[in-house]
């Protein structure tokens, strides 16, 4: 194959209905690796490409395909400040002293306070689990919390999931006599605030490697450090914290941190963890979440990003937010199945109050992208929209404008919550945090992909311009070509059961580790109609007569779906990522198509 067979278009396929141009994945030197894949391991030729496309080598495909904590987890020391945090936490517990857990409102943060409050339970030292209220609260640790949590009792408080920029809040701590362990990973600057240790991997004197965990990630490394710590003073081992290690997944997937290296081990053992927890007694709150929420068929990273992390998610955005953390930390499995039914209502009660929301930030969408190219960051704000749930308009904004975008609530007063999303090459975090030294914010932070922000209403304008001006250029970069990778072409008979379990093998994928994306060619699309909330369900049929099931989420509006459901076409490239779902006890191959060209 020549350099020119490399630049072609994948199926020639320049530009899509959805205005991409397909790529093959692989270039000459990829699709030899993939091939000696391939031979080397005894695995099909497209999973060779799957696996040389995400990075693997013939050399190395072993060990990927079966990741272990063993291989990939470094000494917790590593991190920087680790052993001060392990040798206090593990004081605490000897002593026998109170621990207050301070977290935040995500999944993130409950599972990383679960974690917490599950290990001290274990050795029955006295602990409470803290988390801000989101709308009167905010972010982070505050002074008042502080100070109600020592009033209580605590002689030493951890956060997790946050902590790292707050100065005050510490400060206060520090002024009592109380020590501050902070578990985070968050980015922050070179100053650092008053904690007895402050453990994150994006601390800029931190040379780990390690700044693509979540913050469950960071405190199940401080736990291993701890329970090495106590070992060396002659205690018991404690718990199991491998059997711990689903709230790990939950929070890793859910935090869409990359899904490579020591975060892929953690997944893929703890979906293990979660699979087997039937049959053993497990985390009886994930278990009445995944019964609450319908959970149908093994345990997947979809299961953990779509149906059980919004449910957890719905506490802190319009409920209670330490509801989620006493789910996941809860034994009482009639408390959990409290808990989870009170979660599920309250997710169906965001859904109502994020479509409506949802429709005038998509008006506005639209309306600034009329005029040609539009903002480089789209800013939507309005008066009295949901705190909550302005996270969940700037992902579909983001998705559905291909740019960066902020989704602000302002209230009576005027004081508006902001959160953001960011697309790949854009760091928004680091935009935010300057917009917070340049004064148009109150306070602001998060990372590459995604930030919160609080912000008087009259400072609106100045932090449009802010910025359009920070980021257009690297917005234009990532935008400048629409492509969409693929990694093999098959037909609807070459889509099978056997293919998808070999894929799987590949997983789990999420950031940083996409899912394949098939292409079928020249296939027919028969029985195109409108589902639920604006999807568009199909067959498709091969021209042997093979069929395929397959649905386009949310495209019914959008050119690919007004395309198939028209009639007027009669074969279309159709691209897409393979997978099964398990309806009254059998498992159907479904395919769920991200894009579409009109064959030929």
């Known amino acids: 194959m020549t350099m020119a067979d490399d630049?072609?278009?994948?199926?020639?396929?320049?530009?899509?209905?959805?205005?991409?141009?397909?790529?093959?994945?692989?270039?000459?030197?990829?699709?030899?690796?993939?091939?000696?894949?391939?031979?080397?391991?005894?695995?099909?030729?497209?999973?060779g490409r799957v696996l040389a496309g995400r990075g693997v080598t013939a050399d190395t495909a072993e060990g990927f395909l079966a990741p272990t904590l063993r291989a990939l987890m470094p000494d917790p020391s590593t991190l920087t400040?680790?052993?001060?945090?392990?040798?206090?936490?593990?004081?605490?517990?000897?002593?026998?002293?109170?621990?207050?857990?301070?977290?935040?409102?995500?999944?993130?943060g409950a599972a990383s306070a679960a974690l917490l409050a599950r290990f001290l339970a274990d050795f029955g030292?006295?602990?409470?689990?803290?988390?801000?209220?989101?709308?009167?609260?905010?972010?982070?640790?505050?002074?008042?919390?502080?100070?109600?949590?020592?009033?209580?009792?605590?002689?030493?408080?951890?956060?997790?999931?946050?902590?790292?920029?707050?100065?005050?809040?510490?400060?206060?701590?520090?002024?009592?006599?109380?020590?501050?362990?902070?578990?985070?990973h968050h980015q922050l600057g070179s100053e650092l605030p008053p904690a007895k240790a402050l453990v994150n991997p994006n601390r800029q004197d931190d040379l780990s490697g390690l700044g693509y965990l979540c913050a469950a990630g960071v405190v199940?490394?401080?736990?291993?450090?701890?329970?090495r710590e106590l070992r060396g003073q002659g205690q018991a081992a404690g718990v199991n914290l491998m059997?711990?290690?689903?709230?790990?997944?939950?929070?890793?997937?859910?935090?869409?941190?990359?899904?490579?290296?020591?975060?892929?081990?953690?997944?893929?053992?703890?979906?293990?963890?979660?699979?087997?927890?039937?049959?053993?007694?497990?985390?009886?709150?994930?278990?009445?979440?995944?019964?609450?929420?319908?959970?149908?068929?093994?345990?997947?990273?979809?299961?953990?990003?779509?149906?059980?992390?919004?449910?957890?998610?719905?506490?802190?955005r319009i409920g209670d937010a330490a509801l989620g953390s006493r789910l996941l930390s809860t034994d009482d499995r009639e408390q959990a199945e409290q808990i989870a039914s009170e979660l599920e209502r309250l997710n169906a009660e965001r859904q109502r109050a994020e479509a409506a929301m949802l429709e005038e930030a998509?008006?506005?969408?639209?309306?600034?992208?009329?005029?040609?190219?539009?903002?480089?960051?789209?800013?939507?704000?309005?008066?009295?929209?949901?705190?909550?749930?302005?996270?969940?308009?700037?992902?579909?904004?983001?998705?559905?404008?291909?740019?960066?975008?902020i989704a602000i609530a302002f209230d009576r007063n005027g004081k508006g919550a902001g959160s953001g999303r960011s697309i790949s090459g854009v760091d928004l975090g680091a935009a935010v945090r300057g917009a917070v030294e340049a004064g148009l914010l109150e306070k602001g932070g998060g990372h590459a992909m995604a930030a919160g922000l609080?912000?008087?209403?009259?400072?609106?304008?100045?932090?449009?311009a802010y910025m359009e001006e920070a980021l257009a250029e690297a917005v234009g970069k990532a935008r400048a070509v629409h492509t969409l990778k693929i990694d093999a072409a098959l037909s609807a008979r070459g889509a099978t059961l056997e293919l998808v379990d070999l894929l799987e093998q590949a997983g789990p994928y999420g950031a940083g580790h996409p899912q394949p994306v098939l292409a079928f060619p020249g296939h027919a699309v028969t029985g195109a109609r409108v589902v639920g909330r604006d999807h568009v369900s199909f067959t498709l049929r091969g021209s042997d007569g093979a069929q395929l099931r397959a649905i386009a989420f949310r495209k019914a509006n959008e050119p690919m779906g007004e395309a198939m459901l028209s009639g007027k076409t009669s074969r279309f490239h159709v691209a897409g990522v393979l997978g099964a779902d398990h309806w009254q006890g059998r498992r159907r191959i479904q395919l769920r198509v991200t894009d579409a060209a009109i064959a030929g």
Not at 9 to 21: H, I, K, T, Y
Not at 81 to 102: H, K, P, S, Y
Not at 157 to 183: K, M
Not at 380 to 397: E, F, K, M, N, Q
Request: with cysteine; aromatic share 6%; net charge negative.
């Open 7 to 47: 630049q072609r278009a994948f199926l020639d396929v320049e530009q899509s209905l959805s205005g991409n141009r397909w790529a093959d994945r692989l270039d000459l030197r990829g699709r030899n690796e993939a091939l000696a894949i391939s031979q080397a391991s005894g695995i099909p030729e497209i999973a």
């Open 81 to 108: 400040a680790m052993d001060e945090a392990a040798a206090r936490i593990a004081a605490a517990i000897t002593a026998g002293e109170r621990i207050a857990i301070f977290g935040d409102y995500d999944v993130d």
């Open 125 to 184: 030292v006295p602990h409470e689990i803290y988390i801000p209220d989101r709308i009167f609260e905010g972010y982070g640790p505050n002074p008042d919390a502080i100070r109600q949590l020592i009033e209580n009792g605590a002689k030493l408080i951890v956060t997790v999931d946050c902590g790292s920029t707050s100065f005050e809040a510490l400060e206060t701590a520090r002024e009592t006599g109380v020590d501050v362990v902070v578990l985070d």
């Open 220 to 227: 199940f490394m401080t736990l291993v450090a701890v329970q």
């Open 243 to 316: 059997e711990m290690l689903d709230l790990v997944a939950l929070a890793t997937v859910c935090d869409v941190v990359p899904l490579t290296g020591l975060n892929r081990a953690f997944v893929v053992r703890g979906l293990d963890v979660l699979r087997g927890s039937a049959l053993k007694g497990g985390n009886a709150g994930l278990e009445a979440l995944a019964r609450a929420a319908r959970l149908d068929g093994p345990a997947s990273t979809y299961h953990l990003a779509f149906l059980l992390g919004p449910r957890i998610n719905a506490g802190g």
């Open 362 to 405: 998509m008006a506005e969408g639209e309306a600034e992208t009329a005029r040609g190219e539009g903002p480089a960051v789209l800013v939507t704000a309005r008066d009295g929209w949901h705190p909550g749930i302005v996270g969940l308009l700037a992902s579909r904004l983001k998705d559905r404008f291909s740019r960066p975008a």
């Open 454 to 464: 609080t912000v008087d209403q009259s400072r609106l304008g100045e932090l449009r």
